[in-house]
């Protein structure tokens, strides 16, 4: 009897501390989509400024009151997603892989 209380105790922590560390990666992940929203909005209220047609990659964003380094780590963020994932096909509805790539050639001008 006394055995079987122990492994109940053992039992009980692993899974508590299993699920915590599965809540704080979710709540992790959850964190970075919203950044990665607020980057991208405010990337692309001025991509629409920007004549496509004349191939004109290479103009610098005018980000306002957003950190570069947040941006590229947004978009690296971005192409790391799985393309069944919830989150990616959250976000597809915001940009499509066109923009994505003149947002990537922005980086460059940086």
Same mark, same amino acid.
């Given at each position: 009897?006394?055995? @079987?209380?122990?492994? &109940?105790?053992? *039992?009980?922590?692993?899974? +508590?501390?299993?699920?915590? !560390? *599965?809540? $704080? &990666? &979710?709540?992790?992940?959850?964190?970075?989509?919203? !950044? %990665? $929203?607020? /980057?991208?909005? /405010?990337? $692309?209220?001025?991509?629409? #400024? +920007?004549?496509? +047609?004349?191939?004109?990659?290479?103009?610098?964003? %005018?980000? !306002?009151?957003?950190?570069?380094? #947040? @941006?590229?780590? =947004?978009?690296?963020?971005?192409?790391?997603?799985?393309?069944? =994932?919830?989150?990616?096909?959250?976000?597809?509805? #915001?940009?499509?892989? $066109?923009?994505?790539? +003149?947002?990537? @050639?922005?980086?460059? /001008?940086?």
């Amino acid at each position: 009897m006394i055995i @079987l209380n122990f492994f &109940k105790i053992i *039992i009980n922590i692993f899974f +508590y501390n299993f699920k915590k !560390k *599965i809540f $704080l &990666k &979710k709540m992790n992940n959850f964190f970075y989509f919203k !950044k %990665i $929203l607020l /980057c991208f909005n /405010c990337h $692309l209220n001025n991509i629409k #400024y +920007y004549n496509f +047609y004349l191939k004109n990659f290479f103009v610098s964003p %005018i980000i !306002k009151n957003q950190n570069i380094k #947040y @941006l590229q780590y =947004s978009l690296i963020f971005y192409k790391n997603f799985k393309r069944n =994932s919830i989150y990616m096909s959250f976000i597809s509805n #915001y940009l499509n892989y $066109l923009e994505i790539f +003149y947002i990537s @050639l922005f980086f460059k /001008c940086l």
